[in-house]
């Protein structure tokens, strides 16, 4: 089958690799028939990620048709269409039965790798790294799903692709960025960051109730999508102090609940932006944490920070004094995909949301090389790119 495959700093291929097979009785195998680009998958592009090897499947927001499954699997039949999450887990341990998905104790068979370097293993992901698991992604013709019965969910009506392709990720992902946000009503939430994830948490800040959302980025399209679908006040970070500018918005306050969407590869401008950058090509430090200082910062006292943005490692310069000091309570992780699907699909289903206002380029598999790269340089006003196998 044709997958898109890792190999190195800013080089994916498209190649020929074995179509995954049913390995133990409860997985099953789909025919992706869409799939996407995520953010994330530039930290792999970039080659921030540990433990990648060269021939890796990428890929972790798929859908298709279920085409084979193991004799144990008992939800799912051949012809079932499908949205698969990218966190996999077993539904059986400790933190699945406490809807703690993400770090499940059983789906990475490569544990003791991740204990090495976290003290303890989250759960394996589609298409990110040995040290996450292994697991062939979903930028491919097929795509094998462990643990069958937890994971897919079932679109049984006549919803697109694109309408909920991102069950499989970036909408639960931003909507758990925002219920970690605390938000009640009245409230200010600021989200650092306006590319796909970004732009679900400003959405679902306005579903949770917050009275008004400050997205902030640089990009001019992803700032007027914020404006245009999220109802927004933007700030461009290169044009205006983002302090100065909440403190205006809030009376000195400063935002009630701020949302790093953006993590390891965030820009910034300044002296410590450009340190950050040279510390992390001299291998000084793994990520980049300019928005982490920037929201602790400008967060009100006692206010809550919520971080989807992905990091890997170490960060250098991290203010944990205003942390402290400031009372600043700071949630974080990957998604628990699980646990969102349902309501997730009610709310697409009701009309609430439609997701695929993110798409800004839908293109066949052949082309997502090139795709990376556009992705990557934000050219071709791309914010979201979704891949037809």
Known sequence: ?????????????????????????????????????????LHLYHGRVPS??????????????????????????????????F????????????????LCDN???????????????????????????????????????????????????????????FLSDIFPTGHMAAENADIDENDTVAVWGCGPVGQFAIQSADLLGADRVVAIDRVP????????????????????????????????????????????DAHGTGVVATSDRVKQRLLLEDDRPTVLREAIRCCRKGGTLSVPGVYVG???????????????????????????LGPLLDQIESGNIDPSFVVTHDEPLERGPELYETFNDKEDDCIKVVLRP
Not at 54 to 83: A, F, K
Not at 144 to 152: E, K, S, T
Not at 316 to 330: A, E, H, S
């Open 314 to 340: 170490r960060a250098d310069n991290f203010p944990v004094g205003p942390l402290m000091n400031k009372g600043i309570t700071v949630k974080t992780g990957q998604t628990h995909v699980q646990r969102y």
């Open 87 to 102: 966190t996999i887990s077993c539904g059986a341990c400790w933190f699945c039965e406490h809807d703690l998905y993400s």
């Open 221 to 264: 399209e992803r700032l007027e999508m914020a404006r245009e679908h999220g109802d927004a006040v933007t700030i461009d970070y290169e044009d205006e102090d983002v302090y100065d500018r909440l403190m205006d918005l809030t009376g000195g306050r400063g935002p009630d609940s701020c949302i790093d969407a953006v993590g390891t």
């Open 1 to 41: 089958m044709r997958a898109l495959t890792w190999h190195g700093k800013q080089d994916v291929r498209v190649e020929e690799v074995p179509r995954p097979e049913v390995v133990n009785p409860t997985d099953a195998v789909i025919e992706v028939t869409a799939t996407a680009i995520c953010g994330s998958d």
């Open 52 to 85: 990648m090897r060269e021939g890796d499947v990428l890929g972790h927001e798929p859908m298709g048709r279920v085409v084979e499954v193991g004799e144990d699997v008992e939800t799912l039949e051949e012809g079932d269409r499908v949205v698969v999450p």
């Open 107 to 165: 789906s990475n068979p490569n544990a003791e790798l991740a204990r090495e370097t976290m003290g303890h293993s989250p759960a394996g992901l589609f298409g990110y790294s040995h040290m996450l698991g292994g697991y062939a992604g979903g930028q491919a013709e097929y795509l094998r799903v462990p643990y069958a019965d937890v994971g897919p969910v079932k679109i049984e009506s006549d919803l697109t692709d694109e309408q909920v392709l």
